[in-house]
């Protein structure tokens, strides 16, 4: 079965320009998770959709962060303007059944977007 | 707020040494799960402890939960190289919309074992 896809693998712009970074979960996961990892850190929870509803976007800077998930399946999550501080990798997760607490709700990483704010 | 702190947070050993890297959480949870990241690479699922009590074992590694104690503990025996890598333990909770759960992850471990 194929993974989580996404790109680009590597991205550097300056401070103040836009970028936008796109996801394909893993085919029927119903829920969809970005994620922020900063460099010696683990990943934190951007945002959270079921279906192509968000779930949970708390810890989403919303005055420049901004995600979507078209027709519940692929996802693009948008920075504009970016900051030295957004610099990290952002990984797309996908899990099978949301909010199912029978055998462990897996998450499915793929391989993450390196951005580099200059 | 959930809280996932792991110790140590660098860990140096030598093959064929034991250690155990510890996750303490700060919430009752009885789902805790263990990941592996390589240099640059994802994260890959190792292990899914479902309840209090629960041990799995792969390999050279093998994973506890204690739920009472909020702790959970990530054995390695007789370490190879082979096991170098970022381990991250990660505790699932309610979103904050209570419509769903998510993972809080610690700041993981990064182990380097040396010939």
């Known amino acids: 079965e194929a993974g989580v896809a996404q790109s680009p693998r590597y991205k550097i712009i300056e401070k103040r320009q836009s970028v936008a970074f796109w996801c394909n979960p893993i085919s029927g996961h119903a829920t969809l998770y970005w994620y922020q990892q900063i460099l010696g850190q683990g990943p934190k929870l951007l945002i959270q959709f079921q279906n192509n509803g968000v779930v949970d976007d708390s810890q989403l800077p919303k005055d420049r962060f901004s995600a979507e998930r078209l027709k519940g399946v692929d996802s693009t999550l948008k920075i504009q303007p970016a900051k030295l501080e957004d610099s990290a990798v952002y990984l797309c997760?996908?899990?099978?059944?949301?909010?199912?607490?029978?055998?462990?709700?897996?998450?499915?990483f793929g391989a993450g977007t390196r951005l580099s704010v200059l | 707020e959930l809280k996932v702190e792991q110790n140590p947070l660098f860990l140096s050993m030598q093959e064929g040494k034991n250690y155990t890297i510890y996750c303490n959480y700060s919430t009752t949870s009885d789902r805790l799960y263990w990941y592996r990241q390589d240099p640059g690479k994802s994260l890959e699922s190792l292990f899914v402890l479902l309840s209090n009590g629960a041990v799995k074992q792969e390999g050279r590694l093998m994973a506890s939960l204690d739920t009472k104690a909020r702790l959970s503990t990530l054995h390695i025996t007789a370490a190879v190289h082979d096991l170098s890598a970022t381990y991250f333990c990660a505790v699932e909770d309610w979103n904050s919309g209570g419509s769903n759960y998510k993972l809080t992850f610690g700041k993981g471990t990064l182990l380097t074992v040396n010939p």
């Open positions: 997760a996908s899990s099978l059944v949301p909010g199912y607490r029978g055998p462990g709700n897996i998450q499915y």
